[in-house]
């Protein structure tokens, strides 16, 4: 099988970690896949891995940057057929579709994941996306929504989110926390998030000022960055930005716990790289996060900095609970959020798009 996968970028986001790990898989186990996107620092480990990678202007918005990338879709699958396409969110899903289908007697199946959207979104997505044979959800709070919005269940298959293994390092807490001009005893919270608006990093700093001597690190970059900076001044060097990290594993075995504020959320891949790692997390309740369950995440309150506030300090102020939490992270993403079982739902779902396409009419 030769896949195709469509995506805006390829950088540090969950969607391009779910990207990287599938084509990966594909590429050990002997098929061929190639990855379209506007580029990003994870281009250059999938060509390591023998993944085909190919630039098409997805991360711009607006018709002419769309144009242009179905342009460049056609000429690669005329140039070389695929069996499979599989997109990733909607406008790439758009360009999937205008760039794999138009003029072909034989169409391959066009498989969309999508991770998570506005909630005004929905309804707008569920009709774009009938241009997919298959639609995937990274949570049944995201796939409940493309039903509300819609969506065909009969089109619709959950697949969660998942993590590979946390490779095995000697213990770098003192290393990382001496790069970073940190105390080995201080206590230290890291953020992993876009700096845009629906990650609420403006949250989680008006909580901070509650959050007395913790220091947080805000990993990511985005659109709001010069905003929040200007935000966090009065709060001195308690608070870090550390820009855009390609080492957040690193960065894990340096912190105390992982705080996520987002006001919406798919199943977000920091959560569950912390778990996997064992550092405890404190998390809105928003989209997939709950089902992760209390006995593994500090559930609280979306929108309101004193409920996070509150939650940061809980587990800071409580060592058998943080003790609790990180046992019960790698337990619960070994049992249902491992990179196999992502892995083979994928598969299965690959499957069976081609047995319908086979299939005669």
Request: proline share 6%; with cysteine.
């Amino acid at each position: 099988m030769r896949a195709l996968t469509v995506i805006a970028e390829m950088g540090s986001g969950g969607a391009e970690t779910v990207v990287a790990d599938l084509a990966g898989h594909l590429v050990a186990t002997g098929q061929e896949a190639c990855v379209a996107s506007s580029g990003g620092w994870r281009v250059e480990a999938l060509e390591a891995a023998g993944v085909a990678t190919l630039a098409v202007p997805l991360r711009a918005s607006g018709p002419a940057s769309l144009g242009c990338a179905v342009a460049r879709l056609r000429r690669e699958t005329a140039a070389r057929p695929v069996d499979l396409v599989h997109a990733h969110n909607v406008r790439a899903s758009v360009a999937a579709h205008l760039g794999t289908r138009a003029g072909r007697r034989s169409r391959p199946p066009l498989v969309t994941t999508v991770h998570g959207l506005a909630d005004g979104d929905y309804t707008r997505a569920a009709r774009v996306l009938g241009v997919s044979d298959v639609v995937v959800a990274v949570s049944d709070d995201v796939a409940e929504r493309l039903v509300v919005g819609g969506l065909d269940p009969a089109r619709l298959r959950v697949v969660a989110n998942a993590v590979p293994a946390p490779v095995a390092e000697p213990d770098l807490r003192d290393e990382v926390r001496g790069e970073l001009g940190l105390a080995s005893a201080a206590p230290v919270v890291l953020c992993v998030a876009r700096l845009a608006t629906p990650k609420r990093i403006d949250l989680l700093l008006d909580a901070w000022a509650d959050v007395p001597d913790a220091t947080l690190l805000v990993a990511g970059d985005g659109p709001d960055r010069e905003a929040l900076v200007r935000r966090a001044a009065t709060l001195g060097d308690r608070v870090r930005f550390l820009g855009e990290r390609r080492d957040v594993g690193r960065l894990l075995g340096a912190v105390d716990l992982l705080v996520l504020p987002s006001d919406r959320e798919g199943l977000p891949m920091a959560v569950l790289e912390a778990l996997a790692a064992g550092v405890p997390v404190v998390a809105s309740a928003v989209g997939g996060i709950p089902v992760l369950g209390p006995h593994a995440v500090e559930l609280v309150t979306p929108g309101r900095a004193d409920a996070l506030a509150d939650g940061v300090r809980r587990l800071l102020d409580d060592p058998r609970r943080r003790r609790d939490l990180t046992t019960a992270g790698p337990l619960l993403v070994r049992e249902r959020f491992s990179s196999a079982r992502m892995q083979s739902d994928y598969l299965e779902v690959y499957g069976r798009a081609l047995e319908a396409r086979s299939r005669p009419s």
